[in-house]
C-alpha cells in the first residue's frame, strides 16, 4: 500500500502554477575560479545541506561552540545568508537539536522533510560519556535511536522535531540514508555504539525504513557483516532498474531490497572508498544522450587492507589516486578513470549545472578520524591537507578529464568533519573541519567555523533567463514550455538553442565526504524559435521512473552555452511520501511537427544537446523506461 507521510509533519509550501522569471546573482564574487571568505557557520558544519533559496542548516556534533542555545552549547544553525544570499549579513540563528547528532545521517523526504537520524551517546567536555547528570555540561541527548525532522523555512520560524515516539528501535552511527521511488528512506548500518572502525560486537548489520514499515523491525543486510570493519556510510545509491548499489570496504553488491535479495558485486579496485578511507565520490550526470543511465565515480581513499586499520599508523598512509567508475545496471566490471594529480581522501565531489564536477577539501596523508593516539597530529589521523580544487570533465577523452587551470587555491584547510554544497546561484559553499573530540584553537588542525563560497568560471557571466516553469513536475506527461527572449540567445540564436540543456539537481546531505542523494538529470527538449527572436523551449517532464530521480524538491537550471541560469526550486512529484503517479510522456514538437505548420511565423528545430531528436526513438526510450517504473511500483505494492 501507498506510504502516507506522518500527520506531524509539516509540508513544504509548494503549491500548483507557474514561477516567477528568473533573475541574475545579487552578490558579487572575487572573480571565476576563486574563494571567498563570506562569514562565520556558528557550529563546526560536520554536516549541512541547502533548506531553501537562502537557507544553509549546519549541524555538528555535541561540543563546546561558542554559539549557546537554551542555556548550553549549539551544535545545530541555519545559517541564512540574508533574503536573497548576501552574504556581508550572513546572520546565524542557533537551533536546539536536543539530541547528539555526531555523526548522524541525513536525506531529504518525498514531501521536502529533512531527516536527520542517528547521532552518540550524550557527552560532556572531551566527548566523554556522562556517566551521571552532574556531568551533563552540555544538556545533550542520547542520539543513537533519534530520528530528528526539520520542515525548512525562509522566516526562521522552523526548528527541529525530535520526539522520542519516533525513534527506531536499535542504536546507529554512521548511518546511510537514501531515499527512495515512493519518497520514503532506507536506513542502513552504522556502529551501536562509538569507534573509529567497526567490529563484529559494535556493528549494526541491518537495515530499516521511514516511514516505518511493517513493525519498524530491522532487516539483516549480509553485506554489512561480511564487510567489517571499513563499514560505516556504506556508500549507496537507488539505481534506476530500482535496485540499490551499495559499495564499502574492498566490496560492491546490488540489493534489490523489495525482495530482500543481495546479489555480489566486484571488488572494489585499488582502495577503500568508504569512510575511513573516505574517497570522493558521486553519480555522474543522467541524461538523454545516456539513457539516463547510472555511473558512479570514486576518486582517492585509503589502500589499508581490514587487518591494519587498528594496527597501522594511518596518519602516515598515503592517499590513493586512483579513480574508478562503475555502470551497475548495465555492467558488473569497473572502469579505469585518470587518476588524481594527487591521492586524496576526504575530498566532496560537487555536481555542477554545466555538467562538470568540482572537488574540493581532502587531504594527501592519513584517513578520516581522530583519537588520542601518540602518533595522531593532535587528534587528526589526516595531514597534509590539500588547498587546490579540480574541475572533474566527465564526458573529456581519458587523459585530460581533472583540470586545475584557472582555479585558485583555498586559504581555509579542509580536513575530517568538513561539508560542501552547490547554492542555487551556481556558487559552492564550504565549511567545516574538526579532526578533535572537542572545540579547539590551540592543535595544527583546529576547530573551523569560516564559511567560503567558491565562484566557478560562469559565476559573473549574464545568466540565461526565462519564464513559463511550472512549480510542480510529474513523472512523464504534457510536456511544458519555458520561453527565452531573443537577449537570452546572443549573436546566433541557432547555435545557443543547439547546446541548450535544461536539468534537474538535487544537492544533497553533505558529511564525511558523502553528498547524499545528490543527483543530476537532464530533462528532454526541443526549441521553436518565434519571429519575435524570441524561442519557446519544450520540455518533457521528469522521465517516467521515480528511480532515476525519487520524489521531492529539487532544483531545476536551463542551461545555455555553459552558462547555467539562476536555480529554481520545484516539487518533483506528488509531494507525498506515496507511490508516485507515472504517465507515459507526450512527444515533443520537432522537425515534423514543423512540417504541420508551414505558412506560420514559427520554426521548430530540435535540440543538439542529447535529446532525442527523431521522437520515434524519443518514444521508444521512454515507453522502456515507462514499463520499468511501472514493474517497479507494483513491487512496491506487494
Given at each position: 500500500?501507498?506510504?502516507?507521510?506522518?500527520?506531524?509533519?509539516?509540508?513544504?509550501s509548494?503549491?500548483?502554477?507557474?514561477?516567477?522569471?528568473?533573475?541574475?546573482?545579487?552578490?558579487?564574487?572575487?572573480?571565476?575560479?576563486?574563494?571567498?571568505?563570506?562569514?562565520?557557520?556558528?557550529?563546526?558544519?560536520?554536516?549541512?545541506?541547502?533548506?531553501?533559496?537562502n537557507?544553509?542548516?549546519?549541524?555538528?556534533?555535541?561540543?563546546?561552540?561558542?554559539?549557546?542555545?537554551?542555556?548550553?552549547?549549539?551544535?545545530?544553525?541555519?545559517?541564512?545568508?540574508?533574503?536573497?544570499?548576501?552574504?556581508?549579513?550572513?546572520?546565524?540563528?542557533?537551533?536546539?537539536?536536543?539530541?547528539?547528532?555526531?555523526?548522524?545521517?541525513?536525506?531529504?523526504?518525498?514531501?521536502?522533510?529533512?531527516?536527520?537520524?542517528g547521532?552518540?551517546?550524550?557527552?560532556t567536555?572531551?566527548g566523554?560519556?556522562?556517566?551521571?547528570?552532574?556531568?551533563?555540561?552540555?544538556?545533550?541527548?542520547?542520539?543513537?535511536?533519534?530520528?530528528?525532522?526539520?520542515?525548512?523555512?525562509?522566516?526562521?520560524?522552523?526548528?527541529?522535531?525530535?520526539?522520542?515516539?519516533?525513534?527506531?528501535?536499535?542504536?546507529?552511527?554512521?548511518p546511510?540514508?537514501?531515499?527512495?521511488?515512493?519518497g520514503?528512506?532506507?536506513?542502513?548500518?552504522?556502529?551501536?555504539?562509538?569507534?573509529?572502525?567497526?567490529?563484529t560486537?559494535?556493528?549494526?548489520?541491518?537495515?530499516?525504513?521511514?516511514?516505518?514499515?511493517?513493525?519498524?523491525v530491522?532487516?539483516?543486510?549480509?553485506?554489512?557483516?561480511?564487510?567489517?570493519?571499513?563499514?560505516?556510510?556504506p556508500?549507496?545509491w537507488?539505481?534506476?532498474?530500482?535496485?540499490?548499489?551499495?559499495?564499502?570496504?574492498?566490496?560492491?553488491?546490488?540489493?534489490?531490497?523489495?525482495?530482500?535479495?543481495?546479489?555480489?558485486?566486484?571488488?572494489?579496485?585499488?582502495?577503500?572508498?568508504?569512510?575511513?578511507?573516505?574517497?570522493?565520490?558521486?553519480?555522474l550526470?543522467?541524461?538523454?544522450?545516456?539513457?539516463?543511465?547510472?555511473?558512479m565515480?570514486?576518486?582517492?581513499?585509503?589502500?589499508?587492507?581490514?587487518?591494519?586499520?587498528?594496527?597501522?599508523?594511518?596518519?602516515n598512509?598515503?592517499?590513493?589516486?586512483?579513480?574508478?567508475?562503475?555502470?551497475?545496471?548495465?555492467?558488473?566490471?569497473?572502469?579505469?578513470?585518470?587518476?588524481?594529480?594527487?591521492?586524496?581522501?576526504?575530498?566532496?565531489?560537487i555536481?555542477?549545472?554545466?555538467?562538470k564536477?568540482?572537488?574540493?577539501?581532502?587531504?594527501?596523508?592519513?584517513v578520516?578520524?581522530?583519537?588520542?593516539?601518540?602518533?595522531?597530529?593532535?587528534?587528526?589521523?589526516?595531514?597534509?591537507?590539500?588547498?587546490?580544487?579540480?574541475?572533474?570533465?566527465?564526458?573529456?577523452?581519458?587523459?585530460?578529464?581533472?583540470?586545475?587551470?584557472?582555479?585558485?587555491?583555498?586559504?581555509?584547510?579542509r580536513?575530517y568533519?568538513?561539508?560542501?554544497?552547490?547554492?542555487p546561484?551556481?556558487?559552492?559553499?564550504?565549511?567545516?573541519?574538526?579532526?578533535?573530540?572537542d572545540?579547539?584553537?590551540?592543535?595544527?588542525?583546529?576547530?573551523?567555523?569560516?564559511v567560503?563560497?567558491?565562484?566557478?568560471?560562469?559565476?559573473?557571466?549574464?545568466?540565461?533567463?526565462?519564464?513559463?516553469?511550472?512549480?510542480?513536475?510529474?513523472?512523464?506527461?504534457?510536456?511544458?514550455?519555458?520561453?527565452?527572449?531573443?537577449?537570452?540567445?546572443?549573436?546566433?540564436?541557432?547555435?545557443?538553442?543547439?547546446?541548450?540543456?535544461v536539468?534537474?539537481?538535487?544537492?544533497?546531505?553533505?558529511?564525511?565526504a558523502?553528498?547524499?542523494g545528490?543527483?543530476?538529470?537532464?530533462?528532454?527538449?526541443?526549441?521553436?524559435?518565434?519571429?519575435?527572436?524570441?524561442?519557446?523551449?519544450?520540455?518533457?517532464?521528469?522521465?517516467?521512473?521515480?528511480?532515476?530521480?525519487?520524489p521531492?524538491?529539487?532544483?531545476?537550471?536551463?542551461?545555455?552555452?555553459?552558462?547555467?541560469?539562476?536555480?529554481?526550486?520545484?516539487?518533483?512529484g506528488?509531494?507525498?511520501?506515496?507511490?508516485q503517479?507515472?504517465t507515459?510522456?507526450?512527444?515533443?514538437?520537432?522537425?515534423?511537427?514543423?512540417?504541420?505548420?508551414?505558412?506560420?511565423?514559427?520554426?521548430?528545430?530540435?535540440?543538439?544537446?542529447?535529446?532525442?531528436?527523431?521522437?520515434?526513438?524519443?518514444?521508444?526510450?521512454?515507453?522502456?523506461?515507462?514499463?520499468?517504473?511501472?514493474?517497479?511500483?507494483?513491487?512496491?505494492?506487494l
Open positions: 500500500m501507498p506510504i502516507a507521510s506522518p500527520p506531524w509533519l509539516i509540508l513544504s509548494f503549491v500548483s502554477g507557474v514561477l516567477a522569471q528568473t533573475g541574475q546573482p545579487t552578490w558579487q564574487s572575487t572573480g571565476a575560479g576563486t574563494f571567498q571568505i563570506v562569514g562565520n557557520s556558528g557550529v563546526s558544519a560536520q554536516q549541512l545541506f541547502l533548506g531553501t533559496k537557507k544553509v542548516y549546519i549541524i555538528d556534533k555535541v561540543e563546546n561552540n561558542p554559539l549557546r542555545v537554551n542555556g548550553h552549547a549549539a551544535w545545530g544553525s541555519a545559517n541564512p545568508a540574508s533574503t536573497e544570499y548576501d552574504l556581508t549579513d550572513n546572520t546565524v540563528r542557533a537551533m536546539d537539536v536536543v539530541t547528539n547528532t555526531f555523526c548522524a545521517g541525513g536525506a531529504l523526504l518525498g514531501d521536502g522533510t529533512w531527516i536527520n537520524v547521532g552518540n551517546q550524550e557527552v567536555y572531551g566523554l560519556s556522562v556517566n551521571d547528570t552532574s556531568q551533563d555540561l552540555y544538556k545533550d541527548g542520547d542520539g543513537r535511536f533519534a530520528v530528528r525532522f526539520l520542515s525548512p523555512c525562509e522566516d526562521s520560524s522552523c526548528n527541529w522535531v525530535d520526539d522520542k515516539k519516533n525513534y527506531m528501535k536499535t542504536t546507529r552511527w554512521y546511510t540514508l537514501e531515499t527512495l521511488e515512493d520514503s528512506v532506507i536506513i542502513i548500518g552504522g556502529n551501536l555504539y562509538g569507534g573509529f572502525v567497526s567490529s560486537d559494535n556493528n549494526n548489520p541491518t537495515y530499516e525504513y521511514w516511514p516505518r514499515r511493517g513493525e519498524g530491522e532487516i539483516t543486510l549480509n553485506f554489512l557483516q561480511t564487510t567489517l570493519p571499513a563499514n560505516l556510510y556508500l549507496t537507488l539505481l534506476p532498474s530500482g535496485n540499490l548499489f551499495l559499495t564499502t570496504n574492498w566490496a560492491t553488491e546490488i540489493f534489490d531490497y523489495k525482495n530482500n535479495v543481495e546479489h555480489a558485486g566486484p571488488p572494489m579496485p585499488h582502495a577503500v572508498r568508504t569512510y575511513p578511507g573516505s574517497a570522493a565520490n558521486t553519480m550526470p543522467m541524461t538523454p544522450a545516456n539513457n539516463w543511465t547510472a555511473t565515480v570514486f576518486c582517492g581513499g585509503t589502500d589499508l587492507q581490514p587487518n591494519q586499520w587498528r594496527k597501522t599508523v594511518v596518519v598512509v598515503p592517499a590513493s589516486a586512483s579513480c574508478v567508475r562503475i555502470t551497475p545496471d548495465v555492467t558488473n566490471t569497473f572502469e579505469e578513470d585518470d587518476d588524481l594529480p594527487d591521492g586524496r581522501v576526504m575530498g566532496n565531489f555536481l555542477l549545472p554545466n555538467g564536477i568540482f572537488l574540493v577539501n581532502g587531504v594527501n596523508q592519513g578520516a578520524g581522530y583519537g588520542n593516539d601518540s602518533w595522531a597530529v593532535g587528534h587528526s589521523y589526516a595531514d597534509s591537507p590539500l588547498l587546490q580544487p579540480l574541475m572533474y570533465d566527465p564526458n573529456a577523452p581519458l587523459g585530460s578529464r581533472f583540470s586545475a587551470d584557472g582555479l585558485s587555491a583555498s586559504t581555509v584547510p580536513l568533519h568538513s561539508s560542501a554544497t552547490l547554492l546561484d551556481g556558487s559552492v559553499f564550504v565549511s567545516g573541519s574538526n579532526p578533535n573530540p572545540v579547539t584553537t590551540t592543535e595544527k588542525w583546529s576547530t573551523e567555523w569560516r567560503e563560497r567558491f565562484y566557478p568560471a560562469y559565476y559573473s557571466e549574464h545568466r540565461p533567463e526565462y519564464s513559463g516553469l511550472p512549480a510542480k513536475l510529474g513523472y512523464g506527461g504534457p510536456y511544458f514550455n519555458l520561453t527565452l527572449a531573443s537577449s537570452e540567445l546572443g549573436p546566433d540564436p541557432a547555435s545557443s538553442l543547439g547546446n541548450t540543456q536539468v534537474l539537481m538535487r544537492f544533497g546531505f553533505s558529511t564525511h558523502i553528498n547524499f545528490q543527483k543530476y538529470v537532464q530533462l528532454n527538449n526541443t526549441y521553436t524559435t518565434n519571429s519575435d527572436g524570441s524561442a519557446t523551449l519544450h520540455v518533457s517532464q521528469v522521465p517516467p521512473n521515480p528511480a532515476i530521480l525519487a521531492g524538491p529539487a532544483w531545476i537550471f536551463v542551461v545555455v552555452n555553459g552558462i547555467p541560469s539562476m536555480g529554481q526550486e520545484v516539487m518533483v506528488s509531494g507525498k511520501i506515496e507511490i503517479n507515472v507515459q510522456p507526450a512527444p515533443l514538437p520537432g522537425v515534423f511537427a514543423a512540417q504541420h505548420q508551414a505558412g506560420n511565423s514559427t520554426n521548430t528545430s530540435p535540440a543538439s544537446n542529447g535529446a532525442s531528436t527523431v521522437e520515434l526513438q524519443s518514444i521508444t526510450l521512454l515507453t522502456s523506461i515507462f514499463a520499468t517504473s511501472l514493474a517497479g511500483a507494483a513491487a512496491l505494492l
